[in-house]
C-alpha cells in the first residue's frame, strides 16, 4: 500500500530490496513507496511528486539509467540515486555521464541513506 505523503520511490526487481531499504527509511521517520516493477514505477512517477528516486542499475526490460532518462523528461526536478551491486569505476562514471544524482552501493548500510540524504540536501 503507498503512503500518502511518500517522497521517496524505491524501484528494484528483486522485492526484498525496496522491503528493506523502507524499513531503514522508516528509522529515519522518512516515507517511502517501493515496487518491482520499474514500468509501473514511471507510472507513480507520472501521477505523483517523488524528491527522490532510488533505482538498481539492472532491471529486466527497463534498467536504472533508461528509467532515469525518462524521469528527466517528465519530471526533471526529481533527485535520481541509481544503486547497484557492482561497485565499479565504469558504474561511478555513468554518476556523471548520465546525470545521476548520487551512487549507492549495495548492500545499502543506514549510514549510506543518511549521506546520501545530506549530500543530496532534501527536506524530507
Known amino acids: 500500500m503507498a503512503k500518502q505523503d511518500s517522497k521517496i520511490l524505491i524501484v528494484d526487481d528483486f522485492g526484498d530490496t525496496g522491503k528493506i531499504l523502507g524499513q531503514m527509511f522508516d528509522h529515519l521517520n522518512v516515507a517511502t513507496e517501493s515496487t518491482n ?3 509501473q514505477a514511471f507510472l507513480k512517477i507520472t501521477q505523483n511528486h517523488y524528491q527522490l528516486v532510488i533505482a538498481d542499475s539492472r532491471m529486466p526490460k ?3 539509467v533508461s528509467l ?3 524521469i528527466r523528461q517528465c519530471s526533471p526536478e526529481t533527485k535520481v540515486v541509481i544503486m547497484s551491486t557492482f561497485d565499479s569505476h565504469h ?3 555513468m554518476v556523471v ?3 545521476i544524482d ?3 552501493p549495495k548492500p545499502v ?3 549510506h541513506l543518511q549521506q546520501m540524504l545530506t549530500e543530496l540536501a532534501l527536506k524530507l
Do not use: H, I, R
Request: avoid cysteine; charged fraction near 35%.
Open 62 to 64: 527497463l534498467d536504472g
Open 97 to 99: 555521464a548520465d546525470g
Open 91 to 93: 558504474t561511478q562514471k
Open 68 to 70: 532515469l532518462k525518462q
Open 109 to 111: 548500510k543506514l549510514e
Open 102 to 104: 548520487y551512487y549507492l
Open 37 to 39: 516493477n520499474p514500468e
